[in-house]
């Protein structure tokens, strides 16, 4: 089978690196070897464009550039975050039952189960979590955005004020940062940036402390790509061009797909959308098949979707985020929307899917 290349039928939640960073790329990667703290010319040239690339991730973010951090991998990033404030012993530790499975393996690292606090979504994937009433010695994960269906939480009420990390990681830049928070982590994929490195934000409220020994005035060690960070300054400095647009155009689609879901396939179950929803994730739980026979079909078929967990690949039975919803018995579905995707597009992969569908059952 020849590969599907065409955009249009491509409703994975992957997508390529922006072509503005793809056609830098090679010009980063060819300036991008020298050591920025010496004094040669090449040295201070990336010096200044690796700051001023930093200065530029910060003013998207809404944060101050002392307060970015680069690491070289998304996981070492999660434990920096939660590492550091884990060995302050927080009073509790308040996650959810959606988190992203990280989140849930620190919480069973902690030695008192008393501590843990883990909160259930309503139906919709919505966290109330003013209703754990966190204190100022509490510990609180806070998730931007569900990346399997597209659920953006509400901040926390004002009154309070927890150690609260905001796991940004699928979120895009529409998507703000919670007010009060403490550490935050930001995934560039989900801006069409690069893979391999990953942006830890540290507020300078302090009250975050290096999980490592102390070696000179770094809070985290270990190399990252400098190419990659200036790849991630264009990615996301596109994104924040185009993101009015693009989200503008993207909720129209997830509305008209949810119409033609709705009236096109039985035994459906989608959540209820939110405004403040990320409205490129559709999440479809279907009864009556199996996952991984509808991916297959569908890309017979011609086009490209998701299935089974987001958790990680080959993961197709619903994860623990399906099972919260109460979805576990039934296939689960994602289709990512794009902005040059139409109207049209959209018919032709519903169609499909109700006839994969159709087949199975």
């Given at each position: ?7 249009s ?6 997508e ?10 090679s ?25 001023q690339a ?8 809404g ?6 951090e ?30 992203r499975?990280?989140?849930?393996a ?8 008393e501590?843990?606090?883990?909160l259930a ?14 204190d ?24 309070f ?6 796991d940004?990681?699928a979120a ?12 935050a982590?930001f995934?560039?994929r989900s801006?069409?940036?690069p893979?391999?490195?990953s ?47 693009d ?6 689609l ?29 999440a ?5 098949v ?8 569908m ?26 919803l ?17 109207q049209?597009d959209?018919?032709n ?13």
């Open positions: 089978m020849s590969p599907i290349t065409t955009e039928r491509d409703y994975r939640s992957e390529p690196l922006h072509p503005k960073a793809q056609e830098l790329l010009e980063y990667f060819a300036e991008g070897w020298v050591d920025p703290s010496k004094m040669h010319h090449q040295s201070r040239r990336l010096a200044i464009l690796f700051n930093r200065d530029e991730i910060a003013a998207n973010l944060v101050f550039p002392d307060e970015v680069f690491v070289g991998e998304l996981g070492f990033g999660f434990w920096s975050a939660i590492a550091g404030v884990l060995q302050n012993s927080p009073s509790r530790f308040i996650h959810s039952t959606i988190d499975q990280v989140i849930h620190f919480a069973r690292t902690l030695k008192s189960s501590k843990i606090v883990e979504p309503d139906q919709n994937g919505r966290i109330d979590f003013n209703r754990s009433e966190p100022v010695s509490d510990f609180l994960v806070w998730q931007g955005v569900n990346r399997e269906v597209g659920v953006a939480q509400d901040p926390l009420d004002a009154k004020n927890p150690i609260l990390f905001a940004m990681t895009t830049p529409f998507n703000p940062l919670p007010p009060k928070w403490d550490l982590l995934d560039p801006f069409r940036g893979s391999g490195i942006i830890l934000t540290i507020s300078r409220k302090g009250r975050w402390t290096s999980p490592l020994p102390p070696m000179d005035k770094r809070r985290v060690f270990g190399s990252f790509s400098i190419p990659l960070a200036l790849a991630t300054a264009v990615s996301l400095n596109e994104a924040m061009k185009a993101q009015d647009h989200r503008g155009k993207i909720a129209e997830n509305q008209f797909i949810r119409k033609e879901l709705r009236d096109a396939i039985t035994g459906l179950h989608m959540t209820d959308p939110n405004s403040k929803d990320d409205p490129r994730y559709v479809i739980g279907i009864q009556g199996v996952a991984e026979k509808l991916l297959q079909r890309e017979n078929f011609g086009f490209l979707i998701d299935a089974g967990s987001a958790c990680g690949a080959g993961a197709l039975s619903p994860s623990h985020v399906l099972d919260a109460g979805w576990g018995n039934l296939a689960h579905v994602r289709l990512t929307l794009k902005a040059n995707q139409s049209e959209v018919k992969v519903v169609t499909a899917l109700s006839q994969a569908v159709s087949a199975e059952r």
